[in-house]
């Protein structure tokens, strides 16, 4: 997904960060053949909790057919959009900001150094994200998932209520940031200062819209993207 110009500086939770993402990208047969490498990986990290949450997530993949995974994914992730896996989704939603946004995702990306093939995600694409900060720029990747924060938490909720595998990758990652995770998405809320009022723009749906922020039981959507 992303080539390297340089070697990436060996920082704290890289490993957890490149496993996260990789298990939240669309199951693979390279990811199953990965798997175990990825499980040596985590077990040197100690006694880490984020490492230990996701080695529940990994050995769970190791344990399931590639066309169950393949399934269970699309189920999770493409036929609801309670579980999006695109940060700025969470917070500006189908809105004309969301672009602009966007575009300092792949402003970050470029200013690091890296040469980055989409695979026509979009570039806040979670899984991206996390191997943007594993391998290319812990402190710019690190700070692109701290801005987004409220959104992983969200993400982490909704998989959590889904009684979901994956919400351990979500869980670890949150684990690598500073502070506690919010218990709930009322906390979540006041944490990005959004208690009230959400604000509103002339064109177009809310920046916050609640429609888009899972504060309430949400039907499923149209999927967000075809697999192959």
């Known amino acids: 997904m992303i080539g390297l110009r340089r070697r990436a500086t060996p920082r704290d939770h890289r490993v957890v960060h490149l496993v996260a993402g990789r298990c939240l990208d669309y199951p693979s047969a390279e990811l199953v053949t990965t798997l175990p490498s990825m499980r040596d990986a985590l077990a040197e990290q100690g006694d880490s909790a984020a490492a230990t949450r996701l080695t529940s997530l990994v050995a769970h993949l190791g344990g399931a057919d590639l066309p169950d995974l393949q399934q269970a994914y699309v189920d999770t992730f493409d036929l609801s959009r309670k579980h999006a896996l695109y940060l700025s989704y969470w917070t500006d939603g189908d809105t004309r900001r969301r672009g602009e946004v966007l575009g300092r995702f792949k402003t970050a990306y470029r200013s690091s150094g890296a040469v980055v093939d989409t695979h026509g995600e979009l570039p ?9 900060a594993a391998r290319v720029d812990p402190e710019a990747g690190v700070s692109l998932l701290q801005e987004y924060r409220a959104s992983l938490e969200l993400l982490r909720i909704a998989l959590q209520e889904r009684k979901s595998p994956y919400a351990a ?12 995770s919010p218990p709930d998405r009322a906390a979540v809320m006041e944490m990005v200062g959004l208690s009230g009022p959400h604000p509103t723009e002339s064109v177009g749906l809310e920046p916050y819209d609640p429609r888009l922020l899972p504060l309430q039981t949400v039907s499923s959507g149209a999927p967000t993207g075809a697999r192959s």
């Open 169 to 180: 990758a979500v869980v670890a990652v949150c684990a690598t940031l500073p502070g506690e």
């Open 124 to 132: 806040d694409y979670l899984p991206m994200v996390l191997e943007f």
